[in-house]
């Protein structure tokens, strides 16, 4: 695929979002902006939210993944049924009785001051680092295939495509967002599809001998029950389950969209639905993978050695045509959009709203919008500074563990919302700060040293519930009289 047909590409997709952004961001005011006037379709949003739920690092690991892990990781997914429904009986009925815009506003009225800064904080820090980590990975494809053919430094690409995210978020933030979430997930869906319709008419399968392939062949295993690994299932159902709700119920950006919905009973049926076609999504995911290294094998393909995430490229980019190509980097470009610009729009509102308090201050509407301006435009630059630091270190080991510290920071947050739920008690506020603190740092500790302390035991994604718990019993150690909200 010549570099001039992906910047076409690039270029037509992008056209194409804009026209859904003048349509939907006409009339925009900064209640549009911050929760979309609570008018937003449950349908719409339960949909889009799977683009915004998968990401470019997921639209590429996933399918490689199934190399060395085959389908375990749908454990996982069965794990995020039970969180998200956790969520719709429990922590959207919470924000709407309380009205909330910003979700972190909940622990001030809980605990206080310095326990509201902190969760807010650690979104801030964990959304630019993942946001801009996603949209990194994206941008880097785009930089080796395209534009370092001529000559245009990485910088520069990076500050285009923010400058195009910054334009179509800049106005309608939320409004606008729940349906470019939808066109994104559509063609990114769409590229996976072509994949496997290509992959099947080159093999020259049926769709009978396509199922039996991938469900019932070498990749199909599903439950892994050796306890000491990471894979072992239930590590990977009650660690997908929290995930599910830290990481989206626990998330300004994931629930800005939710109680952008008029009624909490419409953002429960978003909230279902969406689990649901999740589910759908990630077999499909799992299966094209299965796919991809069924084909690469047939056709006596070499299994890239760098890293499992160029499978899919690879094959896509390579082997399957000039359609495929297409569609492969409109779908890797669908997957990241959602990445950043949720994540700059919740960054401007969480910033807005937690720190600078433009809701409590009484500001004129014009005010409140020159200052948003100004937040989401310095946002823009925070995500182009760290993206091009990523560049620099040039170290895929480095740039992943800064991705996993970011992880770290949801173990506060499911901690500190556990208490205020389950517990009636207060706490010592200004010493909150301190648990948040020790509580990622004993994990990180005990992460590194577990095969040594624990006869071989490697953590998986439960070390976010253990993160929880060393945040839940900090919380406890320095409570106060009884509080409730």
Known sequence: MSPGLILTCVLAYSALLFYVVWRTSRHADNESFFIGNKSSKWYIVAYGMIGA?????????????????????????????????????MLLPLYYRLNLTSIYSYLESRFGFWSYKTGAFYFILSRTIGA???????????????????????????????????????KGGVKTIVWTDMLQTTFMLLSVILSVILIVKQMDMSFGDLF???????YSKVVNSDWRPKGFFLKQFFGGMFIAIAMTGLDQEMMQKNISVKTLKDSQKNMYTFSII???????FLALGALLYIYSSSKGLAIPTRSSDDLFPTV??????????????????????PSADGALTALTASFCIDFLGIKKKGWSEEKQKHTRYTVHISFALLLLIV???????????????????????YGPLLGL?????????GVKDKWVPLVCLLSPIVCYILNDYSETIFNGYKFGFELLIVNGIFTYLGLFLIRSGLKTV
């Open 316 to 337: 896509a980019l390579n082997s399957l045509g000039t359609l495929s190509a297409i569609f492969f980097i409109i779908g890797l470009i669908s997957a990241a959009y």
């Open 278 to 284: 999740l589910l759908f999504v990630n077999i499909m």
């Open 53 to 89: 739920s998968l990401s470019g690092v997921t639209f590429m690991s996933v399918p490689g993944w199934v190399g060395s892990t085959q389908f375990t990781y749908l454990m996982v997914v069965f794990g995020y049924l039970v969180g998200y429904t956790v969520i719709a009986t």
């Open 417 to 425: 919302y556990a208490f205020g739920l389950f517990s009636k008690q």
């Open 387 to 409: 993206i091009v630091i990523f560049r620099l270190i040039n170290d895929d080991a480095v740039i992943n563990k800064l991705f996993t510290v970011a992880g770290y920071t």
């Open 132 to 170: 801009s980590f996603r949209l990194f990975v994206v941008v880097n494809v785009l930089q080796t295939f395209v534009f370092d053919n001529w000559g245009i430094p990485f910088w520069l690409t990076v500050a285009t495509f923010i400058a195009l995210i910054l334009l179509y978020t800049f």
């Open 212 to 218: 039996d392939k991938v469900f019932n062949g070498e």
